[in-house]
Nanobody, 114 residues
Framework: QVQFVESGGGLVQAGGSLRLSCAASGMTFSFNEFGWYRQAPGKQRELVAVISRGGTTTYDSVKGRFTISRDNVKKAVYLQMNSLKPEDTAVYYC?????????WGQGTQVTVSS
């Protein structure tokens, strides 16, 4: 069974930084492409960053502020978030890309105060 466990969220002031971690299990980690997703209150879940099997990264509007990375030995995916803005407030999730709909974890809450 594929599982994702996210951690590292918290409350931070605007301009601050956080590093999110995601532990993945139940799959051949190195064969998969992964994404970080987020869901703000009252909004749909959105994909913010993707990392390919080979380490190629793509971003949406967070480009230049967020960095996604992976560790195939630890079976972990990370999201370094810098220059945080109040609009980055959301629950952050990791999953494969495209996502596995029955494998969402609990996510980790990121709250950015102004």
């Amino acid at each position: 069974q594929v599982q994702f466990v996210e951690s590292g969220g918290g409350l931070v002031q605007a301009g601050g930084s956080l590093r999110l971690s995601c532990a993945a299990s139940g799959m051949t980690f190195s064969f998969n492409e992964f994404g970080w997703y987020r869901q703000a209150p009252g909004k749909q879940r959105e994909l913010v960053a993707v990392i390919s099997r080979g380490g190629t990264t793509t971003y949406d509007s967070v480009k230049g502020r967020f960095t996604i990375s992976r560790d195939n030995v630890k079976k972990a995916v990370y999201l370094q978030m810098n220059s945080l803005k109040p609009e980055d407030t959301a629950v952050y999730y990791c999953n494969t890309s495209p996502y596995l709909k029955d494998s969402w974890g609990q996510g980790t809450q990121v709250t950015v105060s102004s």
